[in-house]
Nanobody, 121 residues
Framework: VQLQASGGGLVQAGGSLSLSCLAS????????MGWFRQAPGKEREFVAA????????WYADSVKGRFTMSRDNAKKMVYLQMNSLKSEDTAVYYC???????????????WGQGTLVTVSS
């Protein structure tokens, strides 16, 4: 599985951005996709995850009510709509595929290259 994330950029606090991730290639075990982020000097943290088979996405408490993750199975795309952005959302955002364990655990078999989101206050 190869992952290509896009959509990062610079936005003012309170603004919105949308991230996309294309999952090309196939793997039988890839049942979920996740978004993680890593701010400078901090560990990578869970943002959201979703299963290809359906069901509601999972969200970190810090983004609930502001971020929405969705998927398009036919296009093998996942999206992260980010609204009401805050300066603390500034980070490199990574999409990931095929979790080893829990979907909020940053142990995934495949990672995208990351896309930078900068929120100015």
């Amino acid at each position: 599985v190869q992952l290509q994330a896009s959509g990062g950029g610079l936005v003012q606090a309170g603004g919105s951005l949308s991230l996309s991730c294309l999952a090309s290639g196939t793997t039988f075990s890839n049942d979920a996709m996740g978004w993680f982020r890593q701010a400078p000097g901090k560990e990578r943290e869970f943002v959201a995850a979703i299963r290809w088979s359906g069901g509601s996405p999972w969200y970190a408490d810090s983004v609930k009510g502001r971020f929405t993750m969705s998927r398009d199975n036919a296009k093998k795309m996942v999206y992260l709509q980010m609204n009401s952005l805050k300066s603390e959302d500034t980070a490199v955002y990574y999409c990931a595929a095929d979790p080893v364990g829990a979907v909020d655990d940053p142990e995934y078999n495949y990672w995208g290259q990351g896309t930078l989101v900068t929120v100015s206050s």
